[in-house]
Every structure is written in C-alpha cells, then in structure tokens.
C-alpha cells in the first residue's frame, strides 16, 4: 500500500515536498516514481528512482524537482521547488517491478498510491 500526503495549494515560486509512505517491502529494491495527472491529460511521468539510487527527471521539472527516498524509514519525497502553475495536478507515487534503470512510463509500474493534490496559482 503507498499513501501521498503533502500536497496543497501554493502561489508560483512556491515549494512543496509530497511524501509517500508504504508498507509491505522495502523501497530499496525496486524503482519507485512520482507521477502526476491534470485534467483532461494523460498521466506523466516527473521523477523516478531506483534500487541504488539513481535518478530520472521529466524536462519540464528537471532542476526544480528532486526525488529522494529513507530506506529506513520507508518513504519516498519529492521536493518541488519554484513551481509553477502547469505543476498543477494530482500526484501520484508507485512502485516498479524493475530494479535498476528507473523508468518514466507509467506502464513500468503496477502498485499506486491515490494520489494527492498539487495546486500552484
């Protein structure tokens, strides 16, 4: 199970850090993804990362998002700084069945959170 909080509604400039926590396996194993979906639009992928670490960013976020996980504590973050009003969406974390190399497809992923909110004005 991954449950996202920390989402809210923000001005531009803004930052926020969505965290998602999980129970049933350890992040370290597996790659694990943040995602968002606005409406009318198909879900994207914004951050991943993998079993050792490694990190993928989308263009639109890259040098403003950072994606990070406690593999003690079990949770996954994502820092969203200098957000702007297109970061507005409802995001999503999930889990990979891969290992290594983390993917931005969202089809690489088969357990999901609900999701929480992001609204940047």
């Known amino acids: 199970q991954l449950v996202e909080s920390g989402g809210g509604s923000v001005q531009a400039g803004g930052s926020l850090t969505l965290s998602c926590a999980r129970s049933?396996?350890?992040?370290?194993?597996?790659?694990m993804g943040w995602f968002r979906q606005a409406p009318g639009k198909e879900r994207e992928g914004v951050a991943a990362?993998?079993?050792?670490?490694?990190?993928r960013y989308a263009d639109s976020v890259k040098g403003r998002f950072t994606i990070s996980k406690d593999n003690a504590e079990n949770i996954l973050y994502l820092q969203m700084n200098s957000l702007k009003p297109e970061d507005t969406a409802m995001y999503y974390c999930?889990?990979?069945?891969?290992?290594?190399?983390?993917?931005?497809?969202?089809?690489?992923?088969?357990?999901w959170g609900q999701g929480t909110q992001v609204t940047v004005s």
């Open positions: 999930a889990r990979s069945l891969l290992g290594w190399v983390p993917p931005l497809a969202p089809g690489e992923y088969i357990y």
């Open positions: 049933g396996y350890t992040y370290s194993s597996y790659c």
């Open positions: 990362i993998d079993s050792r670490g490694s990190t």
